[in-house]
């Protein structure tokens, strides 16, 4: 079984910054991409950022020169700093990354259980 647990989340003011992590434990034979997403209530989930086991990282125009994705690949976890907060950055923030299963031989996409960030005054 593989598990992302992710951390960091919470409430800051407008221009403040967070760090998330997320760390992924337990059956893994290899992780290919590992990023971020979030949903904003009422809205859909959008990609944030994702980087790649040789480091290329992509991001979403709306994060671009603010946000940070990291990874540690020693560790199987990924980062996300985000700087600049502005209040449409509040969301529901989910680690995802894809995985293949030692027990299943098989690539899948994973999802963390999701960080609460909130920006506001």
């Known amino acids: 079984q593989v598990q992302l647990v992710e951390s960091g989340g919470g409430l800051v003011r407008p221009g403040g910054s967070l760090r998330l992590s997320c760390a992924a434990s337990g059956s893994i034979s290899s992780i290919m991409t590992m990023g971020w997403y979030r949903q904003a209530l009422g809205k859909q989930r959008e990609l944030v950022a994702f980087?790649?086991?040789?480091?290329?990282?992509t991001y979403a125009d709306s994060v671009k020169d603010r946000f940070t994705v990291s990874r540690d690949n020693a560790k199987n976890t990924v980062y996300l700093q985000m700087n600049s907060l502005k209040p449409e950055d509040t969301a529901v923030y989910y680690c995802n990354a894809y995985i293949l299963s030692r027990t299943v031989g098989v690539w899948s996409d994973y999802w963390g259980q999701g960080t609460q960030v909130t920006v506001s005054a």
């Open positions: 980087i790649t086991t040789g480091g290329s990282s």
